[in-house]
């Protein structure tokens, strides 16, 4: 079965760092266009990051909030997608999911985990 499962998540100081893994099994990781969403509460979950697949160029794309300051990037030989979070901010504060999808696929989900931001 399809497993994505979120680490990396926690308590974190403005200014401070985080790297969220993504670990994936159950489909063909190397073909999927991974991404990072996230939600704070009230709020509607928002694209953070997007890397396609090496076979659609393996190029990776931010929202405006995060750009230089996060990174992602993925091993497909470890089936893992990372994000590296830098100079945090309280409005980073949210639940942290991994998005997988394929060409003709409905997409999938894992159940997140939290980041929080706060001193």
């Known amino acids: 079965q399809v497993q994505l499962v979120e680490s990396g998540g926690g308590l974190v100081q403005p200014g401070g760092s985080l790297r969220l893994s993504c670990a994936a099994s159950?489909?063909?990781?190397?073909?999927?266009?991974m991404s990072w969403y996230r939600q704070a509460p009230g709020k509607e979950r928002e694209l953070v990051a997007i890397i396609t697949s090496a076979g659609a160029g393996g190029s990776a794309n931010y929202a405006d909030s995060v750009k230089g300051r996060f990174t992602i990037s993925r091993d497909d030989a470890k089936n893992t997608m990372y994000l590296q979070m830098n100079s945090l901010k309280p409005e980073d504060t949210a639940v942290y999911y991994c998005n997988a999808k394929a060409r003709r696929q409905s997409p999938y989900w894992g159940q997140g985990t939290q980041v929080t931001v706060s001193s």
């Open positions: 159950g489909f063909t990781f190397s073909s999927y266009a």
